[in-house]
C-alpha cells in the first residue's frame, strides 16, 4: 500500500510519510495519490478515473486573505506561488505547465473563490519547493462560497470538499466552467 500524502499532520495516521515525499511513487493516474487506509477506493473521489496531469489543465489555489489576497494579486499581476508544503499540494504544482489555469480561493473565515490566474512558468529544480511563476486573470462574475461549492453535485467527490486541507487542488473543466459561470 502506498503511503497517504494527503494527512501529513495525522499523528495517528498508519500510513506514514518518508522523510522525502519526492521518493513515493505515484502512479500515472491522480487517485492512486490519495490511496491509504482512510480511502480504500480512492478512485471513487474522482469524476474521471483516468485523470492525469497531462489532462489536468485547472486548478484550485488557497490562500489566506491576510497573508495574500486576490487584491493583492491584482496590484502585483505577477507573482511567485510559494510556501506550500504539502507533498500532494507540491506534487500538483511541480508538474504543472505554462498556461495552466485556476482558481484563487480565500481561505480562513471567508472560504470563498475570488478570483482567476493561470501559470506562467515552473521550475521544478527544487522537488519539494518548485517556483511557479504566476500572472492574475479576472475577478469571478460571482464569488463562491465554500457552502455553495459542496451545495453542487458536480464537487461531491472533488478533492476540494472531501480533502479539505489540501492547498492546490485540482478541478475538472465542469468545475472550472461552474466557477467562470
Known amino acids: 500500500m502506498q503511503a497517504c500524502v494527503h494527512l501529513r499532520s495525522a499523528s495517528l495516521h498508519p500510513n506514514p510519510i518518508p522523510a522525502d515525499p519526492s521518493s513515493i511513487l505515484y502512479p500515472p493516474v491522480l487517485c492512486a495519490v490519495f490511496r491509504c487506509s482512510l480511502f480504500p477506493d480512492p478512485c471513487s473521489l474522482f469524476p474521471v478515473s483516468s485523470l492525469t496531469m497531462e489532462r489536468m489543465a485547472y486548478f484550485l489555489f488557497k490562500t489566506e486573505p491576510d497573508v495574500y489576497s486576490f487584491d493583492d ?23 504543472m505547465k505554462a498556461g495552466t489555469k485556476w482558481i484563487f480561493y480565500h481561505t480562513g473565515d471567508e472560504r470563498t473563490a475570488v478570483g482567476t490566474g493561470a501559470v506562467v512558468s515552473v521550475d521544478p529544480a527544487d522537488p519539494k519547493a518548485p517556483i511557479v511563476k504566476v500572472k492574475v486573470g479576472k475577478r469571478l462574475k460571482k464569488a463562491k462560497t465554500l457552502a ?24 475538472t473543466e465542469e468545475q472550472w466552467d461552474w466557477f467562470l459561470a
Open 73 to 95: 494579486f491584482l496590484g502585483d499581476k505577477e507573482t511567485t506561488w510559494d510556501g506550500v508544503t504539502n507533498p500532494t499540494a507540491v506534487k500538483f504544482l511541480r508538474e
Open 148 to 171: 455553495a461549492i459542496k451545495a453542487e453535485a458536480l464537487f461531491a467527490k472533488s478533492p476540494l470538499v472531501i480533502i479539505g486541507r489540501l492547498s492546490v487542488v485540482p478541478l
